[in-house]
C-alpha cells in the first residue's frame, strides 16, 4: 500500500533493524518544536527542481543514520515520515540530537552557506514551500511561529529552531543568510505571544492580528475570549481558569519578553 511517505514506501536496507527507515513509527512526546534544517546538497536552479525529490532518494539507500520529516525544494514538497497530518502518527526521524523526541525536521534543499548567492526567486520559492508545510505542523500541533534559543527548546518552550542553534557545536544550518524572519511570516504573523508554564504542560497565548487571543496547546488552537487586552494578562490567565484548567492556577513561570518578536508586514 503506498503511503505517500518517501521513507515508508520505498524502504532502505541498510536501517533493516529499524523497519526500513532511520526512525521510529512513534514520538514519546508531543511535537513541540519545528527544527529548520538545509540538506547541504547543491541547489538545483536550472530546470525543474529535483533537489528535495534527490535527497528522499538518498535516504532510501543511505547507511548515514538520519531522516528529516519533510524536505523541499522550490517546486516540490516531499514528505518523508508522518508529522501527524490527515490522521497520522507524527513518526521520529534522526534529524538533531537530543530533540528527536520532540521536534519535527523540516529541511531545505540548499547548502547553508549560499542563500545570498541563490536567485531571489528560487530562494522566495523555498521559503514560501517550507513555510506552507511549517504552517501545516503549526496548526495541528499549536505550535507558535516565533524562534526560540536552544535553553528555551531545551525548557520546554514550543516554537521553532534552526539545526545550528540547537546544536552549535557541531551544525550551522540553515546558515546565517537564512531570512527568519521571512520564513515566519510566512507560516503565520502574530502580534504578540505569551507562554505559560504550568505543573505538567505549557500554554501559550497567541494574540492574531483581530486582536483575538488564543490559547495554544495539547493539540488545540482556541479562542481565549475575543474582547480580552494583552495587558491584562492576569485576567487573561484568569478566564483560562475559569474556562476548566484548574491546573493553571499557580502557574510556574509567565513570559511575555517576546512581543513583536516577528515584525509585522514584512
Given amino acids: 500500500m503506498t503511503t505517500g511517505y518517501a521513507l515508508l514506501d520505498t524502504r532502505n536496507p541498510n536501517a533493516a533493524r529499524f523497519g526500513g527507515y532511520w526512525g521510529y513509527p512513534t ?73 528527536n523526541s520532540f521536534a519535527l525536521g523540516l529541511s531545505i534543499a540548499v547548502q547553508a552557506h549560499t542563500w545570498q548567492t541563490l536567485p531571489g526567486p528560487w530562494v522566495a520559492a523555498v521559503l514560501q514551500r517550507a513555510a506552507a508545510e511549517a504552517a501545516l505542523w503549526s496548526a495541528r500541533w499549536g505550535i507558535p511561529p516565533v524562534l526560540l534559543t536552544r535553553e528555551q527548546a531545551a525548557n520546554r518552550w514550543s516554537g521553532f529552531i534552526g539545526h545550528g542553534m540547537w546544536d552549535p557545536g557541531s551544525r550551522s544550518d540553515p546558515g546565517a543568510g537564512f531570512d527568519w524572519t521571512g520564513f515566519l511570516n510566512r507560516v503565520h504573523n502574530p502580534q504578540r505571544v505569551t507562554t505559560i508554564e504550568g505543573d505538567d504542560d505549557m500554554l501559550t497565548l497567541v494574540e492574531s492580528d483581530n486582536g483575538t487571543i488564543w490559547v495554544v496547546g495539547g493539540g488545540t488552537k482556541r479562542p481565549l475570549v475575543s474582547a480580552a487586552t494583552w495587558s491584562d494578562t492576569e485576567w487573561a490567565i484568569g478566564q483560562l481558569i475559569a474556562g476548566g484548567l484548574a491546573r493553571w492556577s499557580t502557574p510556574r513561570k509567565q513570559t511575555q519578553g517576546a512581543l513583536n518578536l516577528i515584525p509585522t508586514g514584512a
Avoid at 27 to 41: G, L, N
Fill in 27 to 99: 514520538m514519546s512526546e508531543k511535537p513541540r518544536v519545528i527544527c529548520v534544517h538545509t540538506t547541504e546538497s547543491l541547489a538545483d536552479v536550472d530546470g525543474p527542481d529535483s533537489g528535495a525529490e534527490n535527497v528522499a532518494g538518498w535516504f532510501t539507500r543511505n547507511n548515514v543514520v538520519a531522516s528529516y520529516h519533510t524536505v523541499v525544494d522550490s517546486d516540490s514538497t516531499v514528505r518523508c515520515l508522518p508529522a501527524g497530518l490527515d490522521g497520522t502518527v507524527p513518526h521520529t526521524a534522526f534529524h538533531a540530537a537530543g530533540c
